[in-house]
């Protein structure tokens, strides 16, 4: 089975751009979470998505979103882009069935985004 | 609310000595504990999980970890640590709790360091 696919690897904007980042999970897989990790903070939940829903959020400001697609694919957008936004955005997909919490998060290599 | 402390931000063994790895977990919630290791430019990837069954959980490449209730705490070890085992290693805990459903919290991390 082919794992979890992120797009693109690298990206660089500018202040006040906007970005879209893109998860494929593992085939089978109905749920998707979003994490950022940058070296202050660590590893931080952004959302997850099952079925086309965002089922939970972290705490981050609207400018972070996210949506999930029919097939399990999900994008997350990042509008008017900040400094403090430079991370590795990295996403991860489970099975999303009733086993809830228990079950195991597959991550993708990551989306490393630089905002300069 | 859930939180995840790991004990040493930066851990150095020689090849071949013990490695032991200190998470202690904070939930008011029966809670589910995972190790994952993070190798430089790549995503996490898995070692091992309890999820109320075993207490001692035995994971991937001869690692292990034992749930101890009594002093919340989940700690990984390794018996015999190889220079590949470098890496940095994130603890962390989520729940059956629907509020939990896709969030993994994270401890900050613990750079392991293996010397020949």
């Known amino acids: 089975k082919a794992g979890v696919t992120q797009t693109p690897r690298y990206l660089i904007k500018t202040r006040g751009q906007q970005v879209t980042l893109s998860c494929s999970p593992i085939s089978g897989h109905r749920s998707v979470s979003w994490y950022q990790q940058t070296p202050g903070q660590g590893l931080q939940f952004l959302f997850e998505?099952?079925?086309?829903?965002?089922?939970n959020k972290g705490n981050f400001p609207g400018r972070f979103s996210g949506r999930q697609f029919s097939n399990s694919r999900s994008e997350m957008n990042v509008s008017t882009l900040e400094l403090g936004d430079s991370a590795l955005y990295l996403c991860?997909?489970?099975?999303?069935?009733?086993?809830?919490?228990?079950?195991?998060?597959?991550f993708g290599p990551g989306t490393r985004l630089l905002v300069l | 609310a859930q939180s995840v402390t790991q004990l040493g931000s930066h851990v150095s063994v020689s090849e071949g000595a013990l490695v032991l790895l200190r998470c202690n977990y904070s939930s008011s919630v029966p809670p589910y504990l995972f190790w994952y290791v993070q190798y430089p430019n790549q995503g996490l990837q898995l070692l091992l999980k309890?999820?109320?069954?075993?207490?001692l959980v035995k994971g991937i490449n001869g690692f292990e970890a034992e749930f101890k209730k009594s002093e919340t705490s989940f700690h990984l070890t390794k018996p015999s640590a190889h220079m590949s085992d470098a890496a940095e290693y994130f603890c962390?805990?989520?729940?059956?709790?629907?509020?939990?459903?896709?969030?993994?919290?994270f401890g900050q991390g613990t750079i392991l360091t293996v010397h020949p």
């Open positions: 309890y999820t109320s069954a075993a207490t």
């Open positions: 991860a997909s489970s099975l999303g069935g009733a086993a809830g919490g228990q079950e195991t998060q597959y």
């Open positions: 998505y099952f079925s086309e829903t965002q089922r």
């Open positions: 962390a805990v989520t729940s059956r709790r629907g509020t939990s459903y896709g969030k993994l919290t």
